[in-house]
């Protein structure tokens, strides 16, 4: 029964929680990738996040919890993606766990919605009771399921050779 109990507490330690967010979207409008980087740098230092990559198009931050004598090491990897179109950009959020130096998990970002909320505040002024996470879960059971499948069928080479009758490409 012990080896049970110890087998169940790992396996929930080691997974993430499956009604918790792990990716957030949001479109900040009429604003370049650039302003979106400038406010999250700002807000994110700001709450003692360490900057871990810049790219044009990405912001990578890091921030580490426990002492590693008396609780584990936590190095939290948050990861911000950003992509521009017609004068907006897309803002996607993920984050990643390392528990230990060992175990890779992603993390819920439920915490960061607040700090997300307040990069969109500031850039375009939505108000930050009004922002939403836009990422739509397709997965079996969500209630967002695709109604009709694609309908494409890929020959050897990876070029389209049949279309099926009555799917969404038909």
């Excluded at 008396?70 to 907006?88: A, H, M, Q, S, W």
């Excluded at 993920?94 to 915490?111: F, L, V, Y």
């Excluded at 499948?149 to 009758?165: A, C, F, Q, S």
């Amino acid at each position: 029964m012990k080896k049970f109990l110890a087998t169940l507490a790992l396996i929930f330690t080691l997974t993430s929680t499956a009604s918790a967010a792990s990716l957030y979207t949001t479109t900040i409008m009429d604003v370049s990738a650039a302003q979106v980087q400038d406010a999250l740098i700002e807000i994110f230092t700001g709450k003692n996040f360490t900057i871990d990559e810049v790219t044009p198009y990405m912001v990578s931050f890091q921030k580490s919890f426990g002492d590693g004598f008396f609780e584990p090491t936590k190095l939290n990897t948050v990861k911000c993606n950003l992509i521009e179109r017609d004068g907006n950009v897309r803002l996607m959020v993920s984050q990643m766990e390392i528990i230990a130096g060992r175990t890779m998990r992603k993390r819920s970002i439920d915490h960061l919605i607040p700090l997300l909320s307040e990069v969109k505040h500031v850039l375009d002024g939505t108000p930050v009771e009004e922002v939403r996470n836009e990422a739509v879960n397709q997965l079996p059971g969500s209630g967002n399921e695709r109604e009709k499948e694609l309908g494409l069928v890929l020959g050897e080479n990876g070029g389209v050779i049949d279309v099926k009758p009555g799917s969404a490409a038909h």
